[in-house]
C-alpha cells in the first residue's frame, strides 16, 4: 500500500477528515481513485495553487 493509498483509506475510514493534494501529486491521487473505485466515494475541491482538497462523500450519490 502506497502513501496515498494509505491516506485515502484512513479517510473512508473516518480517522481523518481531508487529504490535501499538492498540485503535482493530483493525476497521481486521481488515479489511484480511479483504479481502487472510490472516485464516488470522495469529494474534491480545488483550491487556489493547485492544490485539492478530498473530503469522505456523505452523500453517497455522485454530485
Request: charged share 30%; glycine share 10%.
Amino acid at each position: 500500500m502506497n502513501e496515498w493509498e494509505q491516506k485515502i483509506q484512513e479517510l473512508l475510514d473516518g480517522s481523518v477528515e481531508e487529504v490535501l493534494v499538492p498540485k503535482d501529486e493530483f493525476l497521481t491521487v486521481r488515479s489511484l481513485l480511479i483504479d481502487k473505485g472510490w472516485m464516488f466515494e470522495v469529494v474534491g475541491e480545488a483550491k487556489h495553487g493547485g492544490v485539492t482538497i478530498y473530503r469522505k462523500n456523505e452523500t453517497g450519490s455522485i454530485e
